[in-house]
């Protein structure tokens, strides 16, 4: 373990409620902190301007002070740092690392249909990318561009994964990634949009010190572009832990739009928080009872090497010093079958009074690099 202090973060978007998913990779990044003496921050991730709701931001703040998992900066919302994606992005236009583009979506359209007619992949063509020798059209009246990133064209993105080792993937299979949408209509020349999730999170990884990043598996095939990005930049890169992804019975993955439970809804049951941490590891495959205190001392600088290892061999340690034998597959039923008469005797409880969270502590100064405003709710 370096000497370097450990900052995690957990990032969730406010386009619905907090599930027990997140709260698995919260409760992982918040031990992992914990253990070796670190931060944990929280941030909110709200570019979504159409489907984020001030309700899902208080929801997600009620279950991580009801799950106890307490942050040590933040809450941070990604739409008060506007002015420094911006400022990132015009300074990755001026190295040649992004551009604009103004192929309308019709274009865009027509150029994928003719790339399946040819049994070709779906990708951008780069009709708007710089390259020594072309010549590109006068932009067009009236349409707004997007901001794209110039992916390098040649070379491979590798990174040791913490939880499933060695990844590679070539550059060639990654096309020009949009980082900033078109601005509204009518706004002037020259305008920047709001950040896609690719650039906003590598921009604010950076910017917090973020060292490592737990996350869901269904994240591996943004990482290369992150880390394309963050070398564009020319900053260091944080560590990345891809978690197994919680399934339901129909072996589908469990998301806040289908088939999840919110944290918030278990309270409201009469669990109490140490059975949601319990279930969450559960989900994922582990069904030792594991407390917050519990996972931070699981959370030790070699359990990843050893999980990998164990994943190899047919067993996954359980807690330090032990290990079980285990599906290589995540399962949901074996939480299920001992909490399924729980559940039934916690549907007819009356609601318990939900508390009220705090107001969201931050250590924090007000004159914090990354803050583009003060701390807000929105």
Request: charged share 20%.
């Amino acid at each position: 373990m370096s000497s370097k202090t450990v900052r995690t973060r957990i990032a969730p978007s406010p386009t619905g409620f907090l599930h027990l998913g997140t709260a698995r990779t919260a409760l992982y990044s918040w031990a992992y902190a914990r253990h070796h003496g670190g931060k944990f921050v929280l941030r909110i991730e709200d570019t979504d301007v159409e489907r984020s709701t001030q309700e899902s931001v208080q929801q997600i703040l009620d279950s991580m002070h009801w799950l106890g998992l307490d942050y040590d900066e933040g809450p941070y919302y990604q739409m008060q740092r506007l002015v420094r994606y911006h400022e990132v992005a015009e300074q990755m236009i001026a190295a040649g690392t992004a551009y604009r583009c103004y192929a309308t979506p019709e274009e865009l359209d027509a150029m994928r249909e003719a790339q399946r007619a040819r049994g070709e992949k779906t990708r951008y063509d780069g009709r708007w990318r710089p390259a020594p020798g072309k010549v590109l059209p006068p932009p067009p009246e009236g349409v707004q561009p997007v901001v794209r990133f110039a992916t390098p064209q040649e070379g491979a993105v590798a990174w040791d994964d913490l939880v499933k080792g060695p990844i590679r993937i070539a550059n060639e299979e990654i096309d020009d990634l949009i980082i900033l949408r078109p601005p509204p209509a009518g706004a002037p020349p020259g305008t920047l949009g709001v950040p896609t999730y690719n650039f906003a999170v590598v921009v604010d990884d950076l910017d917090m010190g973020i060292t490592h990043v737990f996350r869901g598996d269904e994240h591996i095939n943004n990482t290369p572009w992150q880390i394309n990005i963050f070398r564009a930049l020319g900053a260091p890169l944080p560590q990345y832990g891809h978690c197994p992804i919680i399934l339901g019975d129909d072996g589908l993955k469990l998301s806040k739009r289908r088939g999840a439970v919110s944290v918030t809804a278990y309270e409201e049951m009469g669990y109490l928080p140490r059975r949601c941490s319990t279930i969450s590891r559960a989900w994922a495959g582990a069904t030792a009872t594991t407390s917050s205190s519990r996972a931070r001392r699981w959370c030790s600088g070699s359990t990843a090497a050893i999980s990998r290892r164990a994943r190899r061999s047919g067993t996954r340690p359980s807690s330090p010093g032990s290990t079980r034998t285990t599906s290589s597959r995540p399962t949901t039923r074996g939480w299920q079958a001992s909490s399924r008469s729980s559940s039934r005797a916690a549907a007819s409880m009356p609601a318990r009074p939900r508390r009220s969270s705090p107001p969201a502590r931050s250590t924090r100064s007000a004159a914090a690099p990354w803050s583009s405003s003060p701390t807000g709710s929105g």
